[in-house]
């Protein structure tokens, strides 16, 4: 067995400080708890997290870089949608 | 020499010398786990195998530093790692048997994390608080390390023919050594009547039931038990581990106390 032969999965890392799971890159493994385990030993050696997600790269959609203009540009021009407009009630955290 | 500091005297010495079986232990083992760096088969299973290294030599830090304060001739972990010769170290000889190929190692990984698992949930109850702090320490690691060893061995036990009889054939060589895993000597039964450590004969049928779980959901065959010449636990060792010695002690040998 090659690690040629491993599909490709990515790793999420969340922090201990940290509210979401972030992507920190990926790795080769056979299955679902070799990848964690890779993971684990590959991304939290130095304590950079509490909590480990991984899925196979092939299962992730993307979007089309070829379409980044007509799907993300119309947003451009349109700064009410930020909500810098509104005071935000201290009880809210996190927002 | 009186009876009444004869006994201390020699239950003092029990007591290091079950200690640094311990010590040993994790010393070569993480000693030849390192011996995979560079070559594993993937990156993935190198940094794997690195860590695992590293795991089992912070173990024998603590444990040598505190055989040492037990021995109380002034040795620190530096001086028993690196300028004992081979039939002063009380390591199991499972541990210091080559690595062969990959499933070897898992095989031998696989055997003695289940007996750490026993030994060290035993010894966090043990009336020596140094010795249970780390137990209780060491035995988190050895929950990854054991989760590690048997999903590898289900997975290339229950893999291809060839996979399959590798690692049938790494079991039948390597079962020969777990006979000494539970069998107690004199300093084991008389660590166990002074409350520090455990019955080993109690604690074999737990190993032996995690061990035939696992080797059937890997569809190995467990071996016939076999009578041993070694006796690891008593210095007495496989012609390996002066190899092994030869090439961690190099440095100290050859440069008396040089630092980095």
């Known amino acids: 067995m090659s690690e040629g032969d491993w599909p490709l999965f990515e790793v999420f890392i969340r922090s201990r400080s940290g509210l979401e799971h972030k992507h920190v890159g990926s790795l080769h493994a056979a299955d679902a708890r070799m990848a964690i385990e890779h993971a684990r030993d590959v991304y939290t050696r130095r304590q950079e997290g509490v909590s480990l997600w991984v899925v196979r790269s092939a299962d992730i959609v993307a979007s089309d870089p070829g379409e980044a203009d007509a799907l993300f540009e119309p947003a451009r021009d349109k700064v009410y949608r930020h909500p810098t407009f509104y005071a935000i009630p201290e009880e809210v955290k996190n927002l | ?260």
């Open chain 2, 1 to 260: 020499m009186s009876a009444a500091t004869t006994l201390p005297e020699a239950q003092q010495e029990a007591h290091c010398r079950y200690v640094l079986r311990l010590a040993d232990t994790s010393l070569v083992l993480g000693q030849r786990l390192a011996e995979w760096i560079g070559y594993a088969p993937a990156l993935e299973e190198d940094l794997a195998l690195a860590n695992l290294s590293l795991d089992f030599i912070g173990q024998a830090r603590l444990l040598l530093t505190y055989a040492g304060e037990l021995e109380g001739r002034g040795r620190d972990e530096d001086a028993l790692a690196f300028l004992r010769d081979a039939p002063e170290f009380l390591n199991l000889a499972l541990v210091e048997q080559p690595n062969g190929d990959f499933g070897h190692t898992i095989v031998r990984q696989w055997l003695i994390d289940a007996w750490q698992l026993e030994i060290y949930g035993a010894l966090e109850h043990s009336t020596d608080t140094r010795l249970a702090a780390i137990a209780a320490k060491s035995i988190r690691e050895t929950r990854y390390h054991y989760r590690f060893s048997s999903g590898w061995l289900v997975r290339l036990g229950d893999g291809t023919a060839e996979s399959r009889e590798r690692m049938q054939r790494a079991l039948d060589d390597l079962w020969r050594f777990t006979a000494e895993l539970f069998a107690p000597d004199e300093i084991d039964e008389r660590l166990n009547r002074e409350g520090i450590a455990p019955a080993l004969p109690e604690l074999a049928p737990r190993w032996s039931a995690r061990v035939d779980e696992d080797l059937r959901r890997a569809t190995l065959r467990r071996p016939a038990t076999q009578p041993y010449p070694w006796h690891g636990k008593g210095g007495v060792h496989t012609e390996h581990l002066g190899h092994l010695l030869g090439e961690m002690q190099h440095l100290q040998r050859s440069y008396p106390g040089a630092r980095w």
